[in-house]
Structures are given as C-alpha cells and as structure tokens.
C-alpha cells in the first residue's frame, strides 16, 4: 500500500507515542526563565518529578538526550583512571563502556550473551578493591532484558563493597516500579522520550547523597554537566543556563497524566502489556531474546527472527507501523515490539495484529494464533 | 479498569478522528475574513471541495451543523405545501421527514425496516404528479445501509419525472464514490464531521443548475440559508457573514489529505474495512442489520445485539472506546462500529479487538474468532 | 514592505484576536457527543456561559455565525406579517431589517444618520399597538456607536408596551457590562469571535421567559433554529444535532479567561482602550463617527476620514496591520479601529502607532501626537 | 494591574517571541528517529541550515543549550593545558571564560570595561606563541555590544597567527549579517532560542576544516560532544543518539520562515528596530551600555539607569513585558530591551510604549519623547 491514512503506529522503544495532550503543552509560548512565573513553576515541576524515580532527594533535568545524562553520571562522580564495572547485556551497555573509556575511565566489562541481565550472584567476583562504580542498565532497550536492581544492591552490600551504583532507567522509568533511593541507587539516568511521554530533549539524573558526596571531589572535568551549580540555582527556581523550557511544560503534563493513572496502575498495565506480547510471540511459534522468565522486560520484547528486518520494512510500508530495529550484535536478527508509555490494550491489539499480519506475509510460518491468544489476556478481568 | 492511556478509540460514525495535521491546521490564528488573504484562500478552498462532491459546479459552506446543511436544501428548493417524497431507511430519514414538516412541506413518506435502501423498482409508484423533492439518504448512519442513488436517477428518469434529487450523503462523501454531477443529484448535502476529517461545526449543498433554478421561485422564507447572496460573494472569495475560517483551515488540510491519498484509494480502504467487520460479525455469529448484500454501508456497520447499550458500556469503560449508539427505533438494539475517515487496519484491527473482548466479558455467547477473520481479510494482498 | 515578521495586527472588530489558550483549547481531539464526557463539560459549559450574559435564564449554543442567531431569535418568537420595530443605527441595523423581511415579517424602519444610537426619548411615538417586537442592536460594529439599553428598556416600560426586546450584543458581549436578565432583555444574540475571543463558529441566544412563551405560539417555520429541541436535550447535556465540540472546547477556556480576569475588570479594559484611542484620534486632528459622548463604543472606533481605504491598505502592506472596513453607507468614508477582545495597553500602543504612522507616509496632514496623548491615558494610575 | 489580557510581550534577548507557525510544527507527532522519513527530514534540514550560518560546511546540531555548543567547541579543539585567549567583553565571556577553566584549559583573560567590543588593534599585543584559541562572543547580550568579527580576523591574519577562533553567536545568528566561510571563524556557537525563533533546547557548531583537523588531536576527553560520530551519523541522514525531533520540526519551520523573508530582509528588520530603540533611549535622555557607535547590537539594546530593577518589575506588573535583567557585574545597572526574533514594527511601538509608560510610572526623570522619535524611524520609508 502505497498510501497512508489514520494514527502512524509508533512502536519503537522510545521515543514513544506522544500524548495529544503533552504535544499541545509544548506548544505554549515560551516565557521568561529568569521571571517569578517559571521559577514557581520550576519549583513545582521539581517536586512533581521525584515520585516516578521513587526518591526524596534531587533529580538534575538537563536540555539533553539520555546519553548526555549517561555522561553527566559519570562526570559527575568519578576521577580520570577511575575503575568502573560494566555488564555485556545489550547494547546500550556497549555504548556506555564505549563512552566510560572516552571519557578517561578504565572498564571492567564482564562479556554476556545479550539474552540475560546482569547476574547478581557473581557481583562479588566482579567487584575489585578499587572499584569506584558499577553501572548497569535496568532495562536493556535493544534486547528487551531487565536486570534485577534489588538483588545487585544486596550483592554489594553484601560484599560491603562501596563502589558507586550507578543505573540507566531510560527505558524502564516511568513505566515500571522504580526505587531510587529504596534500591540505594546512587545515580539513576533517565530520558523524556519513554515512560515519561515526551519528545526526546530532556535527560535526568537522580542523584543519591552518597552521589554528591563523590561529586565534590570527583576529577572528571566538567561544565555544562556538573550537578551544583545546576543544585544550587534549581533551590530558586531556576538553572544556571536557558532549560528547554517547553519539554518542560510537557514533562508538567506528562506527570500530571501518570499521576492522574496513578503509578501502580501504570505499572501493571505495562506488566499485561508485556505478558499478552509475550504470548502472542509465543503462539506464533518464535523466540523471544530474553533467555530468563524472571527478566522479561515489561516496556519492550525483542523477537528472534532471522527475517527481521524485511518484516520491519514490509509492515511499515504495508501497515504504517514503525517497529524496533535490531541493533549492535543484533542487527538483522531480531525486532522489537514497543508496549511502553502511552499505550492502552486496543492500540496493543492492532500492534500485534499488524506484526501478524506482517509475518504472514513475509511468507515467515508462523501458526496465526497470536493476536487471539494475546486477547484472552487483554480480555480478562 | 477505572484508569485510562493512550489513544481514545472514537468509533462512532460521526465525529470521526480528527488527524492531528487538521487540529493543528484549525489552531492557526484567525484572520481578517474581508482580506486579501482570506479571499484568495477562499477561492482556492472552494475549487479544492468540489471533486470530493463529484461536481463541477458550486458547493455552498455554512458554518452550521449537517442539519443545518439539510434545512438549506429544502428552503432553497421548495415552497410552502410542497409535495416531497421521503422514505424511511433509518433513523436520519426519519428527522428529516420531520424537519420538512415543521417547515411547512407536505410528506409522502414510504415505510420501511430499517434494513434496506430506497427500492428504485418501487419510485415510480410512490412518485405523485406534484412532487416537488425526492429525498433520499445515501448512507444510514443509524443502520449501516446505503441506497443505490444511480440507480434511484434512472428510475427517476425511467419516470420521465421533474422532481428534485436531494441526497444526504452526510456520512458517505468523502468515503465512498460520490457523483453529484453524474447521477444527476440536484442538492448533495454533507457535513465536516464524517469522512472530511473534521470537527462537527461546517454543513455543504452542492448545488445543480436545476436546483439554483427552482431556486428563483422557492416560497418557503429563507435568508440565513439562502444560496444567492453566498455565491454572489464567493464569486470574490468573501461570504455574506462571518465564516467559520479555522474549520475552513482544517477543511483545506483534510482535502488535501484526501487528494493525496487518492479519492478511489480512499473509497477502496474504505471498502475492505466494511468487508473485514461484517467478516468479522459473520464470525462471532452476530447479525448485521443490513438485509441486503448491495446496501452494506462502507463506513458503518450496525450489530443487531440485545445487550447492545450493556456491551457499548462496558467497552467504553474498559477499553476506552466509543461504539455508536442504537438510534430512533433500534435504541437499544444494535450497537454500530464506524470505520471511516482517517483510520487505518491496525486501528481497525484494535478496534474490532475491542468488540470481542467487549461481547465475551459481557457474557454475549460468541465464537471469539472474529478478529482472526478480520485480519485474513485486511492481511490480504 | 514586502515581507513581514512577528504577529498580525488583526484589529478588525471581528474576528477578534484569539487567544494561544483558546487555540490550543480547540485544537483537541473531539469526543464523542453523546457520550458521558461530554454530556458533563455541556452542562458546566453551560452554566458558565450564564454570567456573561447576566442572565440566570438558559442560552442556546447554535453551530453557527451572529447571523444565524438573528434568524433564531425572529424565527423562534415570531409569525409571518408580524410587526417589528428597527432603528437605522448602521449597517448591521440594516442587515437585520433586511433579514426580518425576507423572513416575512413587516418591518418599522427609524431612519437615522448612523452617528448615533437608538433615541429612547421617541421609542413611544415609533410604537405601534401590534408592535411585536422592537430590535436594538446594542454596538453597532459598523459606527462605533452604542445604544443605551437600560433606558430603551425603561422607555416600552413608560409606554406599557409588551412588545419583546430583541438585542444584538454581537460586539459588545463578553466587553462592556450586559445585563439579561436585569435590562428586561427578551432574546440577546451574540456571536463567538468578538468579546469572548474564539474563531467564528457559534451563535448564541440567551433567552427570557416571556421569549420562551411567545415560542410556544410563534408562527414561523423553524427547525434546526427551534429552541425548545435544544432546550430539552440542554438539560441532559446533549443537544438534538452534532454541535461545534471543538469551538465549544475553546468557548469554556475563553470563559474561564473572562472569569479569572473578572468581568468587571474587562469592561473597564475596554473602556480605558476606547478612551485612549478617542484621545488619540482627537489628538490627530480627526473626527469619530460617533455623535454623541453617550454613544461611544468601548470596542470600536470609527475614525472618519476621505482616504479611509488608502490608508487601511498602507497600513495592511507595511505593517501587517488589518483595520475595519467602512461598511454600506460608510464605504470609503470610515475606517475602523478595534480594541476588543484578548488585548492589552502595549498592543493598543503598538495597533495606535500603525494607524499614525500610516496616516502620515499616506500624506494625511496629522498632528503626529496622537499616541503619546494616548500613552498619557494608558500610563496613568 | 492585577490581571492581564492579550500577549504577553516577551522582550529579553532570549528565548524570544516563537512565532505561532513554529509552535504548531513543535507539536507534530515525534516519529522514528531511524526511519527513512526522518532521514529525508535530516538530510534537508541540514542543508537548510547552512546559508543562516554562512557556510558551506558541516553544522553539528546537538540536544542542549547553547551553554553546551560553547562546550562541544572546546572539547573538540582543544587539548588540556591549552591556552585560550578570551576578552572579558561581558558577562556570557565571563561564563565562557569559567567554563573553559573547567574543563582545564589555561585563559588570558583581557580584561574589559563591559561597554566595548574586543579591539582588533590589540589582538597582536594578547597572542602568545602558543594561544591555541581565540574566543570572541560576536554579540554580548549582558550588554549590547557587537564585536567586529571580519576585523578580529584580520588582526589574527596580519600576525600570522595559527590559533583557531572559536565565535559565540547565539544573540546574533539569524538576525546579522554573519559569514562563519568568509570571516575564516573556524567554530561558531549558536542556539535555538535567539534569532532561530525557537524555544531552547538545540545548540549549534558550524565547523570548519581547520577546526576539524584540530579535532582529530584534540585531547579533551568528550563522548556525548564529539563531532565525529555525529558528522559520520549525519551522512545518512541520523544521530548518533536520539536527536530533539519536535525541536527540528520547529527549526525547519523557522528556517523556512527566515528563507521567506530573506536574510538580507532579516538583517535591514533588526537594524532599523535597534535604530528606533536608541533612537528612544536618547530621546528619554538615558544612556546605553555601548560606548562605541560602530560596535551597537542589533538584537538588544543595555539601558543604564540605577532604578532599572525597579522598572523592570513594574513594567511586568503593569504592563505584562518582561525586559531583559542587568546580569553579572551590571546588575540592578541596566535593563535590557530585546528587539530580535519574531518581530516587527507595531510590537517594537507597543515595546518602547510600556518602556516609556513605565519609567515615568517609576518617576524617572525622562522627557516622554522617546516613542514618539522611534516612529519616526519606524515610519520612514
């Protein structure tokens, strides 16, 4: 089908299916960062934003993508030649090692298969007397893995190592339960373009005391990145440089929307979401990357399809639907399902419909039994 | 589930979903109606509307509802004790019965069930020497039939009758083959809200030559309707009173959505979508109220359910979607999927979705096998 | 000047400028009408709309311009040959004449010099013992030149007449103190793009009790004008046929505006605007069309002048300023200044120094002091 | 004034006024940041972005302010314990100078009385054998005063001197005359939020070959800043990581906007407005920041006056115009007027009118000439 009508399926992890609402909010003029108007409404946006990274503490909100907030974490805690722990989960893992070694840092990368999370019972093995962070990605976006955050603090405490623990939510937060400062998370990185709703732009950082601690004689060199002058101008209402003041608006609106949801509703829908995909997966007969039932990740599902990539193009040239690409190590070996963020049973039904109809028409033999299997769990009450 | 996110699913026949190009197209700022820039953009406006009516002659905007639009056609044509001849399809034929009473017009109204079009074998013998208007309903809204208007114009012919041809085609234009200029259709009446892709606010006549004739003697008072001073003023790109300017911005985006898609790749979408939910109905052994195979509407189908208002409730409530409600007579009765304006497969597919999860947590004994069914026809290439 | 940058001057008095709010407000995605949403924003929508008519009675929404709601309030309380009572206060008065005539009704025509309003001192001698209703358009929007309604109302009081008293307060709702209810008003009429800042779209009546009695036997033909189908399916939220959703999204923000700014601090807004504008137009050396210091409009201005269009047309090329045009006798004899709506000092100082500017490069032989008289008014406290 | 209507006038040099049509391109459904719609995006838009800058040559776009492109220039170029040449010329050179301090690079910092551009006749005299860069911000928006660029060059020519010179020209791009090819500037620094008319959030280099070479041994450790991922990425028509896409749909708006006008228009537009203003400013009898009369910002204009917070604070109360604060050692010294953006002739009017309204409010001694004057210039033609 050459032509094109109604709603583009969006079903990429991230950015996501922007809310009506959230578009128009972004769509205020924008005003005076240095005037009472946006101070009041920096000050409530700051509190607004700590709920969904479950902490009592600071959230740094940078004019940024998720990278950048990767690279403020760092930055903002460690020294040149610091000793940092990395995980082979994904890719985005890669690229944080890939990044952690620009930047001066030297990488402990422990090797993995790309089908399973960090594996808390080996931690201690890891960790070296001078390990100064250990970084890991809660939802690993490229292979629809999530490592176990609770297990691999106590694998630290445990081992009463001090290291930092340093944890990208990107894909994870907003969406799935998340605990900063129960988890004893020292610096969780995030981005608006997931859970939270939003175009891509913002980056956050929550940011534990022990983090700031570290921060105070953390060697990296840094400007644009560093956490107290950004600390001490947000206590006013401000920032130190102009904030993308209209993500901002979005960000108050997106909150608002996950708020009014409430977050535990917000969490199990993403949790059915994920079980009815991996149900039709399974009914169609293929593989699913994440090799470990206790690690499925609830915002994405990586599916193991040696055609992946014609069955990616064809359903977005037949059916209008955008589906995740495989990348790093696997590309051209999986696809990726997005069921994240704004999102409700119905669009989850004609997203799985679409990726049936799609196999099938790729000539990939599949049993066509998904999309019905998946409804008996949207279904149910 | 008390909670809602992502997209409403709107699929009552009318206001369809509105394309976000068309939202942000109507948030424009207002401009100077008796500029030069307004005058221009009329004129091109005006040009751009006529082939979705299948005319070359002029289509007159109101800023009113389609029943504003349905007024116009009779208190330009007609005269007071006018003999008209109207047939009772549905629930819309039977409005309009009543408006053409209280204007002071005479009704021949034929009977009906509610499950056929107008019977073309049949006009010659309901048609009287002094009928003025014979008035038809293209599309039911209330009961997903369409009458054959060419061949309605042939008996009409066959006849060798003078009576006006007034045709609703409120929630057909735009989404089925239209021909106001080849089946000899004297007053077309449509509104924005259908396949025009628009918020409800703007009523259409496109208008004959033999219809702008009989308006020069039309008795019945008129002057916020009437067609004169409205051409008159368009000839310059004005309009004798203030026009509805940001639905006629959205009215300029829609149609050239619809030009860019291509009219017969529209009518065509259209028409596998009625296929794969009546395919669908057929599957869960549920009954349609179109009685005839070559009256089913394109871009609404009406399920005949007893539980139907308990089922629509229940959608709504728990997956966020809007059915049409059992109009008139049927109140209560059936309940009506739209399928029509901007809307794709996989939304057609989560919205067929909806149903089934909706019948069987009603308890409605179907076999769930609907979607499935659907899908074979919308994965066909 | 070819080209041009920042925001249009739309200082027409109507469309009036509308509000990024209310932009945004319409801009969102329609629901459906018969819905439960729905049904509750109509019915807050509708007593909140109560306040800026003055009026504790209903007010009819219809999807249409002021023009339709002049046809609403004639047809809905008056039968064919009835005596009406108009002034010749300007074009729109004219207007109206012409309508109530092609709507059947016989029609007392007060010639008058369109420089001043209606003279409450000869209501008694111009009515007639069948007068049936006397219509008084509150603002003329084509002199500048506004009734006193109190005292027309204290006039039919002295006379003991009971014709009803139909008002068009088109330009002056939502702008100037309006009292309903407490001026013995029987139908006010008002439009949407004017005072209550949205795009056209939306007529309204609000309607007295003795109007609502003279409905019951009043002899015009009418549909979808009827108030009594509308009040009706108003009770329960609903309305008897699509209403504007998307305008009526837009009218409760603009009500929220005018509450939130206070109503009376508006109508002074306005009259401080007006005041301002006079002193600079006086300060220019030009006359005003309106005679009587009574009379003045707080929301438009008529500056007469010979080269009227001249200088509208420079002012439209070089500074993307749209000023009124003189309308039917005024043609070419007036231009108009609009301070109306969603508006403040600097843009009055901004709309008064186009209007000098262009009087001089127009060679027009000015006092080139008329906006620093004007900055004396606005910058007084 | 307690309440406010109509557009709040948003007059500090940045984020200025966005113009409506860029807000509404902002709000368009965020898409796949790797699918082939958004290459097709990139790759014009790329290209559309040079000629603003002058160049012919790569411009790195990048998710953040404009504080983050000023980082992205040093991390990219230089190496640590380089030397910088910087002249303190106000308050954004100050930052720049901290900034680069940072980051561990060695600054001669010549001084400077805030009031002057850098001297080109000095710049022999400042360069050591091993400056390695030249830094200069071409439009200091603390105090409206522009640097001669072309002259800078050719001082660093006649010396024969190899440093890179690195421009800050986020208050100027889009609004000068500016040349980043035939000035020889080998790093120019932008952001969205000044002349590009958009809300913050995207930060800009153009490169040059020179500065691309420095590069490829440039020692600064940088991941997220790095040219060359982003250059080799951008070939295709992607980002190495995920771009601000609602921010680019904004930008090619902007652009296209710009393009329409003509950036010669563009330019003669902020001349003549920064004419008017000091045109104003002389006529009050207060005095401007900018000691040198070929060295005058267009985009803004530094008054001094000891009460400018005082007025400042006023003029928002009364007036709803948010001018621009005294920042850095000229705090509660001057007040700034913006006249840069989306703008014209009628909103500077309305600007200098509330400025003018506003000092005497205050009781500032001025002569209340200061508007009229500004029309003078604004209404010559």
Not at 2 to 21: C, E, K, M, W, Y
Not at 261 to 277: C, D, F, I, M
Not at 300 to 329: C, H, N, Y
Request: with cysteine; net charge negative; aromatic share 6%.
């Amino acid at each position: 089908m050459a032509t094109h009508s109604g709603r583009h399926f969006l079903q990429i992890p991230g950015p996501t299916n922007v809310p009506d609402q959230v578009l128009r909010a972004i769509s205020a003029p924008t005003i005076d960062h240095r005037g009472p108007e946006f101070a009041a409404f920096t000050l409530d946006l700051l509190t607004a934003l700590r709920p969904v990274f479950g902490t009592a503490g600071p959230v740094v909100v940078y004019p940024a993508s998720g990278t950048g907030a990767w690279e403020a974490a760092l930055v903002n805690t460690l020294s040149p030649e610091d000793r940092v722990l990395c995980f082979e989960t994904g890719h985005f893992a890669a690229l944080w090692r890939k990044m952690a070694e620009s930047l001066g840092l030297r990488i402990d990368f422990v090797p993995g298969d790309w089908r399973h999370g960090v594996d808390p019972t080996q931690m201690a093995e890891h960790l070296r007397p001078d390990t100064a962070a250990v970084c890991v990605v809660h939802n690993e976006t490229s292979t629809g893995v999530a490592s176990r955050i609770p297990e691999i603090r106590q694998a630290l405490d445990q081992a009463g190592h001090p290291a930092l623990l340093l944890v990208d939510a990107v894909s994870s937060l907003g969406s799935v339960d998340f605990r900063h400062d129960e988890w004893g998370i020292d610096v969780t990185i995030a981005a608006s373009q997931k859970g939270l709703m939003l175009p891509p732009g913002l980056g956050f950082t929550a940011v534990s005391a022990k983090a700031l601690a570290a921060n105070r004689s953390a060697g990296l060199p840094r400007s644009f990145w560093d956490w107290q002058p950004i600390l001490d101008a947000n206590e006013g209402g401000s920032f130190p440089y102009t904030p993308a003041t209209n993500l901002l608006y979005g960000l108050r609106e997106s909150l608002r929307m996950l708020d009014e949801e409430g977050l535990p509703n917000v969490w199990e829908r993403h949790r059915r979401h994920a079980l009815a995909t991996r149900t039709a997966v399974h009914a169609w007969g293929l593989g699913i990357q994440c090799a470990d039932d206790r690690e499925h990740s609830a915002t994405v599902t990586a599916v193991v399809l040696p055609e992946a990539d014609k069955v990616r193009e064809l359903i977005l040239r037949e059916f209008d639907m955008s589906l995740g690409v495989g990348l790093g190590r696997l590309a051209g070996q999986v696809f990726r399902i997005e069921h994240l963020g704004h999102f409700n049973d119905l669009s989850l039904a004609g997203t799985l419909s679409g990726v049936q109809m799609g196999l099938r028409l790729c000539g990939v033999p599949i049993d066509p039994a998904g999309v019905a299997a998946a409804l008996e769990v949207l279904g149910g009450r």
